[in-house]
T-cell receptor, first 113, second 116 residues
């Protein structure tokens, strides 16, 4: 079946540190891949996405590259800020799935000054 | 202008009661969803409607019944509430249902349901 595995959190970093959150997936066919972010007390917002192999999604300094050979979509940011503290979800949709999102378990990021 | 709005934001109720959560989107999307987020933050889809037609119905107790009066609204009614129903329920919408298109889903702020 289709599934997403994320690294467990929480991830605790100092401001301006480098961030990597690992995400791997299992899917039939060619899924679309997403990172959503949930700030405290809010709903989910799309952070970035990639729809085919070798695509790089980027937004707000975050990047992730769709790697078909390793079935991965790791999230990176070169220099995190306190305002990046949130829960990050890796997710996929797949052809024939009516656009339903399959989510990873989420990774909580805490950035300290 | 809130794109996807849910009411209420918080709902505290006793076991055995019946309650409804309402959702409205003003994005002109034709597909709406209900997701459940448990206490460990895990998110799972419950239902989806496309143009008022049910297209996704995951393994959910039949105490949960979605209703879509039009494509801008998707409500969730829950009968005979149980302690295990306590969770955050998110409504979402998107345009179309193509899985390969990478269509973004827009989420509401969530309804935190607490059953006591």
């Amino acid at each position: 079946g289709n599934s997403v595995t994320q690294m467990e959190g929480p991830v605790t970093l100092s401001e301006e540190a480098f961030l990597t959150i690992n995400c791997t997936y299992t899917a039939t066919g060619y899924p679309s891949l997403f990172w959503y972010v949930q700030y405290p007390g809010e709903g989910l917002q799309l952070l970035l996405k990639a729809t085919k192999a070798d695509d790089k999604g980027s937004n707000k300094g975050f990047e992730a590259t769709y790697r078909k050979e390793t079935t991965s979509f790791h999230l990176e940011k070169g220099s995190v800020q306190v305002s990046d503290s949130a829960v990050y979800f890796c997710a996929l949709t797949f052809s024939g799935g009516y656009n339903k999102l399959i989510f990873g378990a989420g990774t909580r990021l805490a950035v300290h000054p | 202008d809130t794109a996807v709005s849910q009411t209420p934001k918080y709902l505290v109720t006793q076991m055995g009661n019946d309650k409804s959560i309402k959702c409205e989107q003003n994005l002109g999307h034709d597909t709406m969803y209900w997701y459940k987020q448990d206490s460990k933050k895990f998110l799972k889809i419950m239902f989806s409607y496309n143009n008022k037609e049910l297209i996704i119905n995951e393994t959910v107790p039949n105490r949960f019944s979605p209703k879509s009066p039009d494509k801008a609204h998707l409500n969730l009614h829950i009968n005979s509430l149980e302690l295990g129903d306590s969770a955050v329920y998110f409504c979402a919408s998107s345009q179309g249902t193509g899985g390969r298109s990478g269509t973004e889903a827009f989420f509401g702020q969530g309804t935190r349901l607490t059953v006591v």
